[in-house]
Every structure is written in structure tokens, then in C-alpha cells.
């Protein structure tokens, strides 16, 4: 064989060499990095991160409510007030007395946010932009010394409402005895009435068959407290308070120094057990269950100058719910469901 084939014989050996060498070589060693796994089609999308808003916080009530009117309402305003501040120590309250007239007044000046009146709100008033809620019922009793003369036979016999007509408007009786039939008793009556715009004046006005506070025949006196006390004081006195006065709120029983003289309600001429009064308890009993005559009994009212809002709006709506539990103990009648659910739908 000659050098030139030998040649190209060698060469392709080493050729083939090569190539089966590469192809029994193993693989090459992987990497450290991981292998991707393939992205699954029907994967759902990722979440996209989103700020989660912070629940809003409720923001304390802050400020000072005035308040002025009906003293029929004064001793309540001032539990309501004392409780709502247990709630709310920021809310300062600034409560006066004064009567309906005071607080009615007030309130259509803006010199108060809220005006109690213990009767029924005239148009005029709410010409004047007066709006009002029922917030309790109420009713005004009558009052005699409990040294009156002739204390026994009221009790036993009770006062028609012909009766209190007579003394109170027209003024035909003018004795304890003609009031009990036992003329040869002389002692004259003294009546006694309110010389201030009074919710509980005008109530016991139309009870006794007139139609406005003036209709009342009788000397005047300043707010109810003096009235209670001028009563109490004269053995002869005659004249009439809310029930927060005429009981002791303490005890349950009528006020030391005044009677209560039954009203007759049926007019037969006896004082029938329902009509006679000993405790607080009875006589919010008697008003809750209509009993006792409407007028004196009545609906307490809170005034405001127009729609109530903000602080003064969560005031009322709170006495409209919470606050009817503490009407009880107060010695004042609570509102009903309905009569309840009517004031608040009336706010909204």
C-alpha cells in the first residue's frame, strides 16, 4: 500500500475516533440555578396589593347644650343631662327652670338650644320656626293643705270637674263649705295660681273649663316651687302641681304639708279607690293608663329652633331611646312604643 493511502486510512480512523468518542460522552453537569416550571394557562392572576382604608373611628361628642322651660320638665332635664355626660364627659350642659313660657321664649331668641314646654305648641309658635318632639307624658294634680278643714270630706267625697270649674273659672264657690255641702263652714277659699307662662297652668285651666292660663280666678304666684310652698303653708290654699312636685320623689308619697284631693272622675259623687292618690306610683299608673283626665294629663315636649342637628340631635335621639329608662324613677310617665317610634321617625 503506498504512503498516501496509508495516509488517508489513518486520518479517517482518527476522524472516526473523534466522532464516537463525542457522541458516548456524558451530558453536562447542571447548573445551580432551578429550572423554571412551565406557567400554568388557566392560572389565576396574581392579587394585587391594595391599601386596606382604616375603619373610621366615631368622633366624641364635644360642646355644651342649654336648656331652659317647663319646671314640670326641670327635674328630669337634669337626670337625662347627668346620665348623657356619664357617656359623654366632654358635653357640659347649662339647665334652667323658669316655666313653659321662659323656655319657649328662649327658644324662638336662640338664647337656648332647647326649650321644654309642658303643653301643646301654638301655631304661632311654630310659624316662628319651632319644632318639637314628645318626649314623656306628665299631668298636673290638685293641692290642699294638709291642715284643710274640711280635708276629710274631700277625700271621701272626691272634687267634680263641674266643681273645680266653679272655684278655679268662674269662681261661684268661694267656701269649703259650699265645695262639701255643709254650708255653715265659712272659710273662704284661697286659690292659688301661676302668675308666670306655665305648661301646667294652662293645662289645669282648660281641665277646669276655661281655655288659657288668665282664665284662672286666683292669686298669682311665681313658678312652682313658691306655689307648692305657698299651698302647703295656708290651711285654706287651693291649687295644683306637676307630679315630679306633688310627690316626694324620695319616698313616693305626697309632698309633707299638702293633701291631694281625689278628682271625680265618674261624678258620682264618691271618691272611688282609683281616684284616690296616696303614692307616685299610683299616680303614674293612672296617668300611663289614660285614667286620669287629659287635660291636666299631657305630653311633655322638647322645642328647638328649627330641625335639631349634631350635638343637640344626638341628645334628643338618645333620650328618645336610652334615656326612657330613667323616666320611671324620676316619678314621670315613659312614652309608649308607638308614641316613641313616632318623636323619633319625626327627627329624621
Known amino acids: 500500500m503506498n504512503t498516501k493511502k496509508i495516509n488517508f486510512v489513518l486520518a479517517l480512523v482518527i476522524v472516526s475516533s473523534l466522532i464516537l468518542s463525542a457522541c458516548a460522552s456524558p451530558a453536562a453537569p447542571a447548573t445551580a440555578e432551578a429550572p423554571v416550571a412551565p406557567a400554568a394557562t388557566d392560572a389565576p392572576a396574581a392579587p394585587v396589593a391594595t391599601e386596606v382604608p382604616a375603619a373610621p373611628t366615631e368622633v366624641p361628642l364635644k360642646g355644651t347644650i342649654s336648656v331652659s322651660g317647663a319646671f314640670a320638665l326641670y327635674p328630669m332635664m337634669t337626670v337625662w343631662a347627668d346620665e348623657f355626660q356619664k357617656l359623654h364627659p366632654d358635653v357640659q350642659f347649662d339647665v334652667q327652670g323658669g316655666g313653659a313660657g321662659k323656655g319657649m321664649t328662649d327658644t324662638i331668641a336662640g338664647a337656648v338650644d332647647i326649650g321644654?314646654?309642658?303643653?301643646?305648641?301654638?301655631?304661632?309658635?311654630?310659624?316662628?320656626?319651632?319644632?318639637?318632639?314628645?318626649v314623656t307624658k306628665d299631668a298636673a294634680f290638685p293641692l290642699v293643705s294638709a291642715q284643710n278643714p274640711v280635708l276629710a270630706d274631700l277625700v271621701a267625697k272626691g272634687i267634680s270637674a263641674d266643681s273645680f270649674n266653679k272655684v278655679f273659672v268662674t269662681g261661684e264657690i268661694k267656701t269649703w263649705g259650699e265645695l262639701v255641702g255643709k254650708p255653715e263652714i265659712t272659710d273662704e277659699i284661697h286659690v292659688y295660681t301661676r302668675s308666670d307662662s306655665s305648661g301646667a297652668a294652662e293645662m289645669w285651666a282648660k281641665f277646669s273649663g276655661g281655655k288659657v292660663q288668665d282664665d284662672i280666678k286666683g292669686i298669682g304666684v311665681n313658678g312652682e316651687p313658691a306655689l307648692v310652698k305657698t299651698v302647703s303653708d295656708d290651711p285654706l290654699g287651693f291649687g295644683y302641681a306637676n307630679l315630679n312636685s306633688a310627690f316626694d320623689?324620695?319616698?313616693?308619697?305626697?309632698?309633707a304639708g299638702l293633701a291631694i284631693p281625689p278628682i271625680d272622675v265618674n261624678a258620682n259623687g264618691t271618691a272611688d279607690a282609683e281616684e284616690y292618690l296616696e303614692t307616685l306610683t299610683e299616680a303614674v299608673q293612672v296617668v300611663a293608663d289614660g285614667?286620669?283626665?287629659?287635660p291636666p294629663a299631657r305630653f311633655e315636649n322638647l322645642a328647638t329652633k328649627g330641625k335639631p342637628t349634631g350635638l343637640v340631635l344626638a341628645f334628643i335621639e338618645w333620650i328618645l331611646s336610652d334615656g326612657q329608662q330613667f323616666l320611671n324613677?324620676?316619678?314621670?310617665?315613659p312614652l309608649t312604643p308607638d308614641q316613641q317610634a313616632e318623636s323619633i321617625a319625626k327627627l329624621k
Do not use: C, H, N
Open 329 to 333: 324613677q324620676a316619678g314621670y310617665v
Open 249 to 255: 320623689l324620695s319616698t313616693g308619697a305626697v309632698v
Open 116 to 134: 321644654m314646654i309642658s303643653r301643646k305648641i301654638k301655631d304661632e309658635e311654630a310659624q316662628q320656626g319651632i319644632f318639637w318632639v314628645a
Open 291 to 294: 285614667v286620669y283626665p287629659s
